[in-house]
């Protein structure tokens, strides 16, 4: 298929650029990137004056749910939700059941990715057999079966000794570790952030330093082997400040932080409805780690705006109405994100805390230098490479209905609340994937 992009605002990290032109896609790949360019019959043209065309999105943190809980979520339809949010690759994390830990097992998540998703997919496999931190994987057999990074996701590496022989094996590789940073003993059992809201809610609390003790852990370990480490969905002011010190020190870490953990509190847990507050609650909002403070949410901010977490991920956990539909001690942890993080991450362009090109650059170039893999994830419009393409419109105003997510995930605190700025289109390989039909754009 060939298509020209029209008069749209280019925004390409990568090459630095950020101005208006046509862009020219043709067999799957950028062909051009001019205005005024002869562009062959058939081609397919695309009004995109207002809008922002840019690399598409990448996203290293998400949950497929597949295979084992094809309830909550499946390729096909985790991957439809993707393309919706503009994500053109997803890294699937390896908390499935059976988990992705043999080299069977990332084969199976290729093959379903092949024949059922919409977007790239790419797997990451375990640290630990089982996801139970007491014996490595076959790292090496792994990553040559796939796998470009390692994460026990949800289950931190508690074990000092096998969290330093992981990172060992991964300065070889050259494949990130991303730990889950908690401290289990810590934490204890809490359910939210620790403080006056949970006491007032009766919910037991779950203290800033529960992350902050393992940041610190792994920091130590990753200075001591070499080894890449990542840090998955930071979400305390101390946490920042921890990683910052590491990188002005040289330390080979890079950090992530989500959607939610960077527009919204922990007062969302409050619920509530037209008639005032029905519940003490929402379990929509339980999430890991919890959602923190408004002053925590400023730092994560400022440290995402200045560099110190690489880019945005978006930790997607969809969930069934029943794991949801409980006490909030009993909820899952989870939110559903990939349709509204686009929406949501743009009130930090329009409220002035983060500008355009950064933001486009967290969710595209900055994932993909964490994965360091440039032939997987080239999140550029350079001519010559893969034609993965984003375009939304960062203006237009919609209102969140968790009903009409094509993720089966419905469970999101953001239901009802009005967002500005959505994904229009969506190109993975040259193929459109996704189409906003109350946009017309050619």
């Not at 390692?150 to 330093?164: A, E, I």
């Not at 001690?329 to 991450?345: H, M, P, R």
């Not at 994965?371 to 393409?389: E, F, I, K």
């Not at 997510?405 to 953001?414: A, E, I, R, W």
Request: charged content about 20%; hydrophobic content about 40%.
């Amino acid at each position: 298929m060939s298509i020209l992009i029209k008069s749209g605002r280019i925004i390409d990290p990568h090459q630095g650029l950020d101005f208006i032109s046509d862009l020219w896609l043709q067999d799957g790949v950028v062909n051009g990137l001019s205005k005024h360019m002869d562009v062959p019959p058939q081609t397919r043209v695309i009004d995109a004056e207002g809008l922002v065309v840019c690399p598409g999105f990448i996203d290293i943190h998400c949950h497929l749910r597949e295979p084992g809980d094809e309830d909550k979520e499946t390729i096909a339809t985790g991957t439809a939700a993707a393309a919706r949010g503009g994500f053109t690759t997803v890294c699937a994390m390896p908390n499935t059941r059976p988990p992705i830990d043999s080299v069977d097992m990332v084969n199976l998540l290729l093959d379903k990715a092949q024949n059922e998703g919409m977007v790239r997919i790419l797997p990451i496999a375990c640290v630990t057999q089982g996801r139970d931190g007491k014996a490595l994987t076959n790292m090496e057999e792994l990553a040559r079966a796939g796998a470009i990074a390692f994460s026990d996701d949800g289950s931190p590496v508690s074990d000092d000794g096998l969290m330093q022989q992981a990172l060992n094996r991964a300065a070889a590789l050259g494949s990130p570790i991303s730990n889950h940073c908690e401290d289990l003993g810590i934490s204890n059992g809490g359910v939210m952030n620790e403080g006056e809201l949970a006491t007032s809610l009766g919910l037991k609390g779950w203290p800033a330093s529960a992350e902050e003790t393992m940041v610190a852990r792994d920091i130590a370990l990753a200075e001591a082997t070499g080894g890449p480490l990542h840090l998955a969905h930071v979400s305390t002011a101390g946490s920042v400040e921890l990683v910052r010190r590491a990188k002005e020190r040289g330390v080979s870490v890079t950090a992530e932080a989500t959607p939610h953990h960077l527009t919204i509190t922990e007062i969302c847990t409050k619920a509530k409805t037209k008639q005032g507050y029905q519940r003490l609650y929402d379990t929509n909002a339980k999430v890991n780690p919890p959602l923190r403070t408004q002053q925590d949410v400023d730092a994560v901010v400022r440290g995402l705006a200045d560099g110190v977490i690489d880019c945005i991920a978006t930790d997607h956990a969809p969930h069934t109405r029943a794991d949801k539909d409980s006490t909030f001690e009993e909820a899952a942890f989870g939110i559903s994100g990939l349709e509204t993080a686009l929406g949501s991450l743009l009130s930090l362009v329009h409220g002035g805390h983060l500008d355009m090109t950064t933001l486009v650059e967290r969710l595209t170039t900055g994932p993909a230098r964490v994965l360091n893999r440039p032939d997987l994830c080239p999140a550029t419009l350079q001519p010559g490479s893969r034609a993965d393409v984003t375009i939304f419109d960062p203006n237009a105003e919609w209102v969140v209905d968790a009903n009409s997510f094509v993720s089966k995930g419905k469970n999101t605190p953001l239901d009802g609340t009005t967002l500005r700025g959505r994904v229009v289109l969506t190109i993975v390989a040259g193929n459109v994937v996704y189409e906003d039909e109350a946009v017309k754009v050619g």
